[in-house]
């Protein structure tokens, strides 16, 4: 069973940076693709970055490029969301989530139903 906690969030003046975690429990972390989604008040769940199982790809929504960096730490079984210049339109409730067929892609998954499991969500609120 896969479970994934995220931590991180909070609120914040614009312009200012933030870490989100995500912590995985399961067996084969080292093997899974990990996504980072988020969704705001009346709006659908969008992709925001992604990372393959091996780390060596990353992908970004257009609106995160330059500003937002996902990364993992393996020995952790953690991946991370580095936010900086964040803007009040960051304003959401961020989710990570799980590729399990990752290894079998050649391209980061992108799609929430490309993704397996997800974690509660952590709030991020930016003001003006």
């Known amino acids: 069973q896969v479970a994934l906690v995220e931590s991180g969030g909070g609120l914040v003046q614009a312009g200012d940076s933030l870490r989100l975690s995500c912590v995985y429990s399961?067996?084969?972390?080292?093997?899974?693709?990990m996504g980072w989604f988020r969704q705001a008040p009346g709006k659908e769940r969008e992709f925001v970055a992604g990372?393959?199982?091996?780390?060596?790809?990353?992908y970004y929504a257009d609106f995160v490029k330059g500003r937002f960096t996902i990364s993992r730490d393996n020995a952790k079984n953690t991946v991370y969301l580095q936010m900086n210049s964040l803007k009040p339109e960051d304003t959401a409730v961020y989710y990570c989530?799980?590729?399990?067929?990752?290894?079998?892609?050649?391209?980061?998954?992108?799609?929430?139903?490309?993704?397996?499991?997800w974690g509660q969500g952590t709030q991020v609120t930016v003001s003006s």
């Open positions: 989530a799980t590729d399990q067929h990752s290894r079998f892609r050649s391209r980061v998954a992108t799609i929430t139903g490309e993704y397996d499991y």
């Open positions: 990372i393959s199982w091996s780390g060596r790809t990353t």
């Open positions: 399961g067996r084969t972390f080292s093997s899974t693709g």
